[in-house]
């Protein structure tokens, strides 16, 4: 069953404070300072053949010197960004860890997410993440048009939801190897 991760609007911040960097108190991620993220959007790029230019190094004019979350903020900021290929290509791995890392993430051993929580507590695992899977005004809303699939397995229904009540998310191996990056 597909159940869409409702991120409210705050998955780069939420994902960058799981991922333990210093997120400053104001309401826009915009503002996290470029020093505060550990990870270059635009880093470094591998050689590219003839006068071609690498897809990411396309999206310097778009992001001009920001770096970090703020690069991907004005990158998400843009209109129809999954419809730019260096665009998407740059943010569906950001996205998907971060998301990753939002579903697996507990709070006093419950899920961050309500409807993981829903779906942990009945013995679900989170089985897989789905790239643009809703590409609706609403989906890209809630969560950058992100889904989770969660996996009801009858014979693993108890383990699971015991494991949940005892503080432990249970994820595939997919997701947990997205969520480490």
């Known amino acids: 069953m597909v159940r869409r991760v409702r991120l409210l609007g705050a998955l780069v911040v939420a994902g960058l404070a799981a991922a333990g960097c210093a997120i400053p108190t104001q309401s826009r991620p915009s503002t ?8 270059n959007l635009l880093g470094p790029q591998s050689p590219t053949t003839s006068t071609t230019q690498p897809p990411l190094a396309s999206l310097v004019p778009v992001i001009s010197e920001a770096r970090g979350a703020a690069a991907v903020r004005k990158l998400l900021d843009r209109p129809s960004w999954w419809e730019v290929p260096a ?3 740059a943010l569906r791995p950001i996205l998907t860890r971060l998301a990753a890392r939002y579903l697996t993430t507990d709070a006093n051993g419950r899920a961050l997410d309500r409807v993981a929580h829903f779906h942990l507590g009945n ?3 989170v089985e897989r993440l789905n790239w643009l899977a809703d590409t609706s005004a609403n989906g890209f809303k809630q969560s950058y048009a992100m889904m989770a699939n969660y996996r009801y397995k009858l014979a693993d229904v108890d383990a699971n939801h015991e494991a949940y009540a005892s503080g432990r998310i249970v994820a595939s191996r997919e997701v947990r190897a ?3 990056g």
């Not at 996290?32 to 990870?39: D, L, M, Q, R, S």
């Open 87 to 89: 665009i998407n290509k």
């Open 123 to 125: 013995g679900a695992v």
């Open 32 to 39: 996290i300072a470029p020093n505060h993220v550990p990870f």
């Open 178 to 180: 997205l969520a480490k």
